[in-house]
């Protein structure tokens, strides 16, 4: 009888191979054969699945992404409002080892995404997205009856936004964990300013 095989368990094992070898070496380590090499296929069995590098890298983008949204939506529902905002905050802030990786993936994805319409497009959903479910949150959190279209509330998710995506950056040009201290004490400051 034939081996079953899970090809979405595959694809997902290859775009684990390409963000490690992205996180080792950048965009240009992660070739069709670097990728068919240390996924431990046989030359062309790679185009099974994903028939370009583009395609990889998107998938990649796209899982990276969806991690981010994975930690953001695994929050406890029973949280009050003030948790439940630092919690998606800090989601979206490196502050260990598995999210500082994802942000050296997106750093290089990033820059992709310049010159790719389709992986730019991703990343413009998500963070509008992103910001919309800030503003709810904010909104809450404040207890003061605000809109979450209010001025002082979308000032604050782009804020948020801003110093996620600079954190991101930064965080790859220190050891990791290095400034991890910091970002936890910008995201204390940001909850007393909320605070009501």
Known sequence: MPKVIDHDQRRREIVEVAKKLIIEGGFEAATMRSIVTAAGFANGALKHYFPSKDSIIAATFESVLQETAQRMSELDPDLGPMDALRGFVEAAIPMDAHQIASARVLLVLWEHSVANPEL???????????????????AAARGAGEKPDAPAITVLADEIVAVSIGANVTSLMHPVGKVAARYRAYVDGLMARIAP
Not at 122 to 127: N, V
């Open 120 to 138: 730019a497009r991703q990343y413009r959903d998500l963070l509008t997205r992103w910001r919309a479910e800030l503003t709810v949150r904010i």
